[in-house]
């Protein structure tokens, strides 16, 4: 099979290749990476019956620009190959509505902006330079009793558990 696909890739040169699943011998979602390999230029679509998401990820992971259903029609498939060719990546409906559930699930919500008290500000502003819990306080002019309840009510604020996680989300959301 490698050296026939070395013969079309040195002799056709294709820029699109329309591949199935489902091969004889040897699947081709591992035929993805050797054809690659050979010929990086070529867009890899994929035609095939197969529409569960561990096939979906593998083909995508390993580099196929799309996936289509055979039960798509002869037009919509040749409207594919021209898509492809020219850096698209066409999938059938249903294809496009699981990669949008697959990657709704692995992306983290968006983490919610916190609103800050000038005092809170000024303490995590503090936490940020590296500042002790008695030079935070003595700063703030407070006791350091008070200092540590400023402290517990801002993790409960921010949902972190420690000053490190607190410096880090402050630098990550950009709070200070």
Do not use: W
């Not at 580099?63 to 259903?69: N, V, W």
């Not at 949008?100 to 000038?118: N, R």
């Not at 996680?165 to 950009?174: C, Y």
């Amino acid at each position: 099979m490698l050296t026939l696909l070395k013969r079309i890739f040195m002799e056709e040169r294709p820029e699109v290749m329309l591949l199935d699943v489902g091969l004889p011998g040897r699947s081709g979602l591992d035929l993805i990476k050797d054809i690659h390999q050979h010929a990086p230029h070529c867009r890899i679509v994929i035609l095939t019956v197969f529409e569960d998401e561990g096939k979906i990820c593998e083909a995508i992971r390993s580099g196929a620009s799309g996936y289509l259903l055979k039960t798509a029609g002869v037009e919509v498939v040749a409207a594919a190959i021209r898509e492809a060719a020219e850096g698209g990546s066409p999938m059938s409906p249903s294809i496009v509505s699981r990669v949008v559930s697959l990657l709704a699930k692995l992306m983290k919500p968006m983490p919610q902006k916190v609103a800050l008290s000038p005092r809170e500000k000024e303490l995590l502003t503090l936490m940020v330079e590296g500042l002790t819990a008695k030079e935070i306080a003595d700063r703030m002019s407070v006791s350091i009793h008070t200092t540590g309840t400023h402290t517990k009510n801002l993790f409960i604020k921010l949902e972190v558990h420690s000053r490190a996680a607190a410096v880090a989300r402050a630098l990550r959301d950009e709070l200070v």
